[in-house]
């Protein structure tokens, strides 16, 4: 076999984009998708809920981010990468979408970088801090159950882009789930020790749970058109599937969801959000004037 | 050919050492249950794992700037790089298996620094100019010493090798047009490339390997076709291709021996500082001690999910055990 000539390959110009590892895909997340405003829809709204659902999943892949070169094993690291690169898609899909819906034209890098937490609309529990792996697997078994039962339904969207985003979200969401469920099992029903730290994860991340079933305004106005999702739909559906995994995995299944408290949705956030915030901005707001 | 560490065989070794000379000699592959010296199966090995270690290591310095990539793009891409470079790990530790070696074993080697990693990855990265240039110039030249690998006598690596080519190759077109787009943008991002570059210009001429003269494992490795080509006319390829390149950058390489020599046709350049050198593969560049001791702390603070899977997979292999 000859493969030198791949040495003429790389000295060649670097013109056209097919020749690119990601194709395009990276710079319009949006392309072919009809993006006009569906009749009725109040574009401040719809904005503002997708970058509710955009920042659940861009500051969950920056939590995620954090076990690569720290995973328990290198199969870890491949698939946590994995999940945060589909999340951060569908973040990108999602904020662009609100810079339109606003009228702002203002793209993904403007809302992921030039604002500060009480701008960004995601739960409590996509913040919160990373914790061991248990707690990782935990957190990515219930945001993962609960934004894949979101999302199915959204994919039935008014909303064009929303439903598109939506319908190829929930594949990748199956596999979060899948990925964490089978954790899940692991480490319940491992050793002792990985009993305990299981049990442990379930009651830290359990308290953090009601808020994914709370409506905001913002949200009923947008499930009544037919465009948004009210989360208050999947809450039955979400407790039955967490339940059955966490009873599977020989751990206590703690009860109903806490009481649902709408905070992160209307800018209200815990301690931990502004220094992820400050270590993802930092390098873009050093450089106001640059381009990358 | 004969190989020069084989001891003197006899009998039915003595044909499988020439039916193993026969297959080098016409370049076909020799595959993992074929016969083999002992020697050319312990190059490989410390070959092979060297460059897995090389892999999970130099997910590293760019792994850094995951978090704080200054565009969603840049973050995914990156991400995604680092991702494969996890990959490329994998592949090539499966491919040290089939050489009868245990990927714990060679992990467990590695964090206890009894086996060495490609020095380059002892750098640290300064600036998020770095994530470009270790793409332009320590990938590309990661790519001409790997793209001859594709031929390597020993099959697995070879197969290993050429998917790792391919995807190396995007990601130094993607370190280039980073630079590119960063050499267009303000006067302090064209002064953050320029920096990067001066850093790692010289380690990256380095990681050729020392010059061939003082090159112990090149000729042997050379015999077996395990290598196809010495450090030296390697490091030649990757200046002459990286000069044109950092001509349309806009970037200048720091070294002023560098001139175009129209009689051999190829550039001149100036010699790295080999001493230098030597001090980072003995473990005393700027950042081994950071490096190993950060694989090591994933892999302490992983063991009991480690230990959790292995005694779930026991539990749950001889049927429906559960409680």
């Known amino acids: 076999m000859s493969g030198d000539h791949i040495y003429d390959v790389l000295a060649q110009e670097h013109g ?40 659940d ?59 500060g937490p009480a701008e960004f609309r995601n739960v409590h529990l996509a913040e919160a801090p990373r914790g061991d792996f248990a707690r990782a697997v935990l957190t990515l078994l219930v945001l993962s159950s609960a934004r894949l039962a979101v999302f199915t339904r959204l994919a039935h969207s008014r909303d064009p882009v929303l439903s598109a985003v939506a319908a190829k979200a929930v594949n990748e969401l199956a596999y979060h789930r899948e990925y964490a469920v089978a954790w899940t099992l692991r480490l319940g029903d491992g050793t002792p020790y990985s009993h305990e730290r299981a049990a442990a994860a379930v009651a830290d991340v359990w308290p953090l749970t009601g808020e994914l079933f709370a409506a905001c305004p913002v949200e009923e106005r947008l499930a009544a058109q037919g465009v948004g999702v009210d989360p208050a739909a999947a809450r039955q559906e979400v407790h039955e599937v967490l339940t059955q995994v966490l009873t599977a ?18 800018g209200r956030h815990t301690a931990e959000l502004a220094p992820l915030l400050e270590e ?9 004037e640059a381009t990358w | ?78 991400l995604a790089k680092v991702q494969d470079e996890a990959g490329h790990g994998l592949y090539l530790y499966a491919a040290a298996e089939t050489l009868g070696v245990d990927r714990a074993d060679l992990t467990q080697r590695l964090i206890e620094g009894r086996q060495k990693y490609s020095s380059i990855f002892n750098y640290p990265s300064l600036t998020f100019a770095d994530v470009g240039v270790i793409g332009w110039l320590v990938d590309g030249a990661a790519i001409c010493n790997q793209v001859p ?19 190396e190759s995007f990601h130094q077109r993607q370190g280039y047009e980073l630079l590119m787009r960063m050499m267009e943008g303000t006067e302090a991002q064209r002064a953050m490339v320029q920096d990067a570059v001066d850093r790692w210009w010289w380690p990256s001429l380095m990681m050729f390997g020392p010059p061939d003269a003082d090159s112990p494992n090149t000729r042997q490795s050379m015999a077996w076709r395990i290598k196809r080509d010495t450090n030296d006319e390697l490091r030649q390829k990757f200046v002459d291709m990286t000069v044109p390149q950092a001509r349309k950058l806009g970037v200048t390489l720091p070294d002023p021996e560098l001139a175009w020599n129209d009689e051999r046709g190829h550039y001149d350049f100036g010699e790295p500082d080999w001493v230098e050198f030597k ?19 994933a892999h302490e603070k992983g063991a009991w999910v480690r230990e959790a899977a292995t005694a779930y997979a026991d539990k749950h292999s001889a049927g429906r055990t559960t409680a």
């Open chain 1, 16 to 55: 056209g984009d097919g020749r690119w590892a990601f194709g395009t895909g990276f710079t319009d997340a949006l392309a072919g998708v009809d993006t006009t405003l569906p009749e009725g829809v109040d574009g401040q709204d719809l904005a503002l809920y997708c970058q509710m659902l955009g920042d």
């Open chain 1, 57 to 115: 999943a861009l500051v969950q892949a920056q939590r995620l981010i954090g076990w690569v070169t720290d995973a328990p094993e290198l199969e870890e690291e491949v698939a946590l990468a994995n999940i945060a690169l589909d999340l951060l898609g569908q973040a990108r899909s999602l904020l662009a979408r609100a810079g339109q819906a606003d009228g702002s034209g203002r793209d993904e890098d403007a809302f992921a970088y030039r604002r």
């Open chain 1, 249 to 266: 995995a020989t751990l206590d299944a703690p009860g109903p969801f806490p009481d649902p408290v709408v905070a992160g949705r209307e």
């Open chain 1, 280 to 288: 993802m901005q930092s390098v873009a707001r050093a450089h106001p």
């Open chain 2, 1 to 78: 050919m004969t190989t020069q560490t084989a001891p003197a065989p006899s009998g039915a070794e003595a044909d499988q050492q020439a039916e193993f000379d026969a297959r080098i000699a016409a370049d076909q592959r020799i595959e993992p249950r074929d016969w083999m010296p002992e020697g050319y199966r312990r190059t490989l090995v410390r070959q092979v794992s060297q460059h897995a270690h090389s892999e999970i290591i130099g997910m590293q310095p760019e792994g850094d700037w995951i978090a704080s990539a200054p565009s969603l793009r840049r973050k995914a891409i990156l």
């Open chain 2, 149 to 167: 690998l594709c031929r390597s006598s020993f099959g697995p690596y070879a197969r290993a090798m050429v998917r790792i080519c391919k995807e």
């Open chain 2, 279 to 297: 001090q980072v593969i003995s473990g005393a560049g700027p950042k081994n001690a950071e490096r190993i001791q950060r694989r090591r702390a």
